[in-house]
T-cell receptor
Framework: SQQGEEDPQALSIQEGENATMNCSYK?????LQWYRQNSGRGLVHLIL?????REKHSGRLRVTLDTSKKSSSLLITASRAADTASYFC???????????FGKGTLLTVNP | DAGVIQSPRHEVTEMGQEVTLRCKPI?????LFWYRQTMMRGLELLIY????????DSGMPEDRFSAKMPNASFSTLKIQPSEPRDSAVYFC?????????????FGPGTRLTVT
């Protein structure tokens, strides 16, 4: 079953705008990760936030985590056409390193 | 590092044929994962190994699917006999079980088409 559910399913913006994607999950987690998938490629890890963290930054990426609401958001600032991809959240729990992925948000950045 | 290597990249086969997908994880990683991705079902975990041992195969759809990891540098996913509904992109991923190393590194995938 899918643990993480991304929202929206699709997002279209203009280059230079910010893009925000949300993820909700159902059970307790140890960490939450965001991945990017370009068309026809494998997933690429972007950022990991642990359950005891509330916010994390990496370059133009900002991730927040609210464990009380079981939700996370991924913000991409100053978007570029190259950011066009599907973005997935994945939740991990326990010590078995198993991740459960959502169905993703398809982000289109128009030049 | 070459990253996770998968072969073949594309496979077209007829229903009833045996299909074998191959994966070479990143050297030093001790967890390996097989996923299947379709438009309808998204990304599904099929099976994962830790230190070459299958830990969770609850995602394997049925007995037609089997996976092996004979050593730390090689894994196979076999479908026998294949059916059209097995058409999907199959990804292999690996990760390191070092402290806090939860991120997974994905291969480029094998696009399987069963006619």
């Amino acid at each position: 079953s899918q643990q993480g559910e991304e929202d929206p399913q699709a997002l279209s913006i203009q280059e230079g705008e910010n893009a925000t994607m949300n993820c909700s999950y159902k059970t307790s987690i140890n960490n939450l990760q965001w991945y990017r998938q370009n068309s026809g490629r494998g997933l690429v890890h972007l950022i990991l936030i642990r359950s005891n963290e509330r916010e994390k930054h990496s370059g133009r990426l900002r991730v927040t985590l609210d464990t009380s609401k079981k939700s996370s958001s991924l913000l991409i600032t100053a978007s570029r056409a190259a950011d066009t991809a599907s973005y997935f959240c994945a939740t991990g729990g326990g010590s078995n390193y198993k991740l459960t992925f959502g169905k993703g948000t398809l982000l289109t950045v128009n030049p | 590092d070459a990253g996770v290597i998968q072969s073949p990249r594309h496979e077209v086969t007829e229903m009833g044929q045996e299909v074998t997908l191959r994966c070479k994880p990143i050297s030093g990683h001790n967890s390996l994962f097989w996923y299947r991705q379709t438009m309808m079902r998204g990304l599904e975990l099929l099976i994962y190994f830790n230190n070459n041992v299958p830990i969770d195969d609850s995602g394997m759809p049925e007995d037609r699917f089997s996976a092996k990891m004979p050593n730390a540098s090689f894994s196979t996913l076999k479908i026998q006999p294949s059916e059209p509904r097995d058409s999907a992109v199959y990804f292999c991923a690996s990760s390191s079980a070092g402290a806090g190393s939860y991120e997974q590194y994905f291969g480029p995938g094998t696009r399987l088409t069963v006619t």
